[in-house]
């Protein structure tokens, strides 16, 4: 008995993709404006003058401000943040950021995303799921300090549409620093299962045939 798989089923994580460049594991990362994303976001263009020499992503004309951090260091303590090492770091500064897969292919695709603080005097931050035609969902409430907030949803992406979260300052914009894990699965389309069972079928029809055929000689 044969059970088919997924097959070409492709996880994108912007954790372990993120090294400092745009569209690796196809994500983008923006510094937003002000304005409603996205005519209100700029997208970050400098790797260089990182906060303790993490790997980052931010605004050439506003370093130190707003910026995405990966480390891959044993966590340690700076300040009133601990730095992790197993999830992206978002800093919103007074606006907030942004970080956008964008789908590579037309497909159905998994999205899987947790949020936490890192700062010991945490005081809120807004955090928005982003879907195609600017659909804006809270995954928590505004100004609230998240402490392990998963989001989950499977939707359909056409070939260069995006998927996103924005996240922001709370009330006070200061000791909002934010870890995060974001990945998106793509999801076999029926045909793809219907082709893998026709094969399986004919894989069998083969072995049943080549059993018939084999003869025996008796002397």
């Known amino acids: 008995?044969?059970?088919?798989?997924?097959?070409?089923?492709?996880?994108?994580?912007?954790?372990?993709?993120?090294?400092?460049?745009?569209?690796?594991g196809n994500f983008l990362y923006f510094g937003l404006t002000g304005l409603a994303p996205p005519n209100g976001a700029a997208l970050f263009n400098d790797n260089s003058n990182c906060v303790l020499n993490l790997t980052c992503l931010q605004l050439s004309s506003n370093i130190g401000g707003a910026a995405f951090y990966k480390s891959t260091l044993a966590p340690f303590p700076a300040g009133t943040v601990t730095v992790p090492n197993d999830m992206l770091i978002a800093l919103p500064d007074e606006k907030g950021v942004l970080v956008n897969f964008?789908?590579?292919?037309?497909?159905?695709?998994?999205?899987?995303?947790s949020f936490t603080a890192l700062d010991s005097l945490a005081n809120g931050v807004g955090i928005f799921a982003i879907a195609p035609g600017n659909v804006v969902t809270p995954v928590i409430a505004p100004n609230t300090v998240p402490n392990n907030a998963s989001f989950t949803k499977t939707l359909s992406l056409a070939q260069g549409q995006g998927f996103g979260f924005?996240?922001?300052?709370?009330?006070?914009?200061d000791n909002d620093v934010t870890g995060f894990n974001f990945k998106?699965?793509?999801?076999?389309?029926?045909?793809?299962w219907a082709m893998m069972i026709v094969g399986f079928g004919l894989v069998g029809g083969a072995m049943r045939r080549q059993r018939r055929m084999v003869r025996y000689d008796f002397a």
């Open 1 to 24: 008995m044969f059970i088919a798989v997924p097959a070409h089923a492709t996880v994108y994580d912007a954790f372990s993709s993120f090294n400092g460049t745009q569209n690796a």
């Open 102 to 113: 964008i789908a590579p292919t037309t497909g159905t695709y998994n999205i899987t995303a």
């Open 166 to 173: 924005v996240i922001g300052p709370g009330m006070v914009a």
């Open 184 to 192: 998106v699965t793509s999801v076999p389309e029926p045909v793809t």
